[in-house]
């Protein structure tokens, strides 16, 4: 069955970078896009960008863009988010999440690693 | 960007109850609607995609339907394990989610 697993929590102090892994397993890794999404405590999801497992191309959300790279190792079946900067309004559960997008699809986000939370403090 | 209004933002409910929630786009997003229910503690898990089809393994009891702008998600006979988190999300430009709507018992 298809997995997306995440590392775990993280607690990093303002300024610095965090960096989360998602290990999938189940299906053929270059065949689907992942994205990650983000939720702050009591807020709704928050989408930041999505990586090509095939070729590696990324596109971020403008909120990110500068402080977000996504990665990945197709050796491992393996993406990576690395987030810079970090500032306390950064404090989250962080999901890698697969998409489908062929015919018939919508976009929608049909499995979800477990979360990775982050918290920023000082 | 696309933004995405849920409402209510909660609501209390029996079991047994028809529940409906609605999630409205600034613009119209035609059928690229998706929604989720959230459990404390959990990931969101996708019921409903394109508007109105149910992701497989998702009980008959949830439906969704609307395109353009309004939406909706209705649970027809609402049970104990449906008491959740629940949000909309479109996929016609880049990923934007709604605030969500808890579902409580009454």
């Known amino acids: 069955q298809v997995q997306l697993v995440q590392s775990g929590a993280e607690v990093k102090r303002p300024g610095a970078s965090v960096n989360i892994s998602c290990k999938t397993s189940?299906?053929?890794?270059?065949?689907?896009?992942l994205h990650w999404v983000r939720q702050v405590p009591g807020q709704g999801p928050e989408w930041m960008g999505e990586?090509?497992?095939?070729?590696?191309?990324?596109s971020y959300a403008q909120k990110f863009q500068g402080r977000v790279t996504m990665t990945r190792d197709t050796s491992t079946t393996t993406v990576y988010m690395a987030l810079s900067s970090l500032r306390a309004e950064d404090t989250a559960v962080y999901y890698c999440?697969?998409?489908?997008?062929?015919?018939?699809?919508?976009?929608?986000?049909?499995?979800w690693g477990q979360g990775t939370l982050v918290t920023v403090s000082s | 960007d696309i933004q995405m209004t849920q409402s209510p933002s909660s609501l209390s409910a029996s079991v047994g109850d028809r529940v409906t929630i609605t999630c409205r786009a600034s613009?119209?997003?035609?059928?690229?609607l998706n929604w989720y229910q959230q459990k404390a503690g959990n990931a969101p898990k996708l019921l409903i995609f394109?508007?109105?089809s149910l992701q497989g393994g998702v009980p008959s009891r949830f439906s969704g339907s609307g395109s353009g702008t309004d939406f909706t998600l209705t649970i027809s006979s609402l049970q104990r394990e449906d008491f959740a988190t629940y949000y909309c999300q479109q996929s016609y430009s880049t990923f934007t989610f709604g605030g969500g709507t808890k579902v409580e018992i009454k």
């Open positions: 189940g299906y053929t890794f270059t065949t689907y896009y």
């Open positions: 990586i090509s497992p095939s070729v590696g191309t990324t």
């Open positions: 999440v697969r998409i489908l997008t062929g015919s018939g699809d919508t976009g929608q986000f049909d499995h």
């Open positions: 613009q119209s997003v035609s059928r690229y």
């Open positions: 394109g508007a109105s």
